[in-house]
T-cell receptor
Framework: QQQVKQSPQSLIVQKGGISIINCAYE??????FPWYQQFPGKGPALLIA?????SEKKEGRFTISFNKSAKQFSLHIMDSQPGDSATYFC????????????FGSGTQLTVLP | KAGVTQTPRYLIKTRGQQVTLSCSPI?????VSWYQQTPGQGLQFLFE???????NKGNFPGRFSGRQFSNSRSEMNVSTLELGDSALYLC??????????FGSGTRLTVV
């Protein structure tokens, strides 16, 4: 009930291409879905987040698509750049009083120059 | 403003010892959460504190404990260290349920 499944495990994209990472969740009570970007030696950094009352959210080159009925959400990185090479984690949580992020297993993105 | 500060950055301990890690949240953030990150298990939730009270706890043995002080700074303690406790321990703070900001973590190696 608490799992968040993320795919693919690794992704190689050419510069300027679109990177797509998918996540699926089980707990229908989750109501906050953030994406994190992590560089080696650093902690995860919040990239973009969505709530289930919205089907899509865009911030710059990053877009989250959310499908509530399928319990799936995805991150699209448009015009991918070598500087985007990092590990990306999807997560889900209840936005109530107790914070507990359930993370996906991560996707290692490599953007080739 | 300053981010989440975790100390120390690196730590090497021997099996059976105990360790205390420290986290200073962003000023004004009263919620502090701790996570363990390993290559095999990924990012796993340890516990969350708000106003000095533990509100939530993950599925970790009792050897893992924490506390939060009145200034919102938090510490986590691991007693009787095992080799499998080697991991990156991450602290995150948040304000009124908004996005969590993570520190750079403490890399613990148990030998």
């Amino acid at each position: 009930q608490q799992q968040v499944k993320q795919s693919p495990q690794s992704l190689i994209v050419q510069k300027g291409g679109i990177s797509i990472i998918n996540c699926a969740y089980e707990n229908t009570a989750f109501d906050y879905f953030p994406w994190y970007q992590q560089f080696p030696g650093k902690g995860p950094a919040l990239l973009i987040a969505i709530r289930p009352d919205v089907s899509e959210k865009k911030e710059g080159r990053f877009t989250i698509s959310f499908n509530k009925s399928a319990k799936q959400f995805s991150l699209h990185i448009m015009d991918s750049q070598p500087g985007d090479s990092a590990t990306y984690f999807c997560a889900a949580t209840l936005s109530g009083s107790a914070r507990q992020l359930t993370f996906g297993s991560g996707t290692q993105l490599t953007v080739l120059p | 403003k300053a981010g989440v500060t975790q100390t120390p950055r690196y730590l090497i301990k021997t099996r059976g010892q105990q360790v205390t890690l420290s986290c200073s949240p962003i000023s004004g953030h009263r919620s502090v959460s701790w996570y363990q990150q390993t290559p095999g298990q990924g990012l796993q939730f340890l516990f969350e504190y708000f106003s000095e009270t533990q509100r939530n706890k993950g599925n970790f043995p009792g050897r893992f404990s924490g506390r939060q002080f009145s200034n919102s700074r938090s510490e986590m303690n691991v007693s009787t260290l095992e080799l499998g406790d080697s991991a990156l321990y991450l602290c995150a703070s948040s304000f009124l349920g908004q996005g969590d900001t993570f520190g750079s973590g403490t890399r613990l190696t148990v030998v």
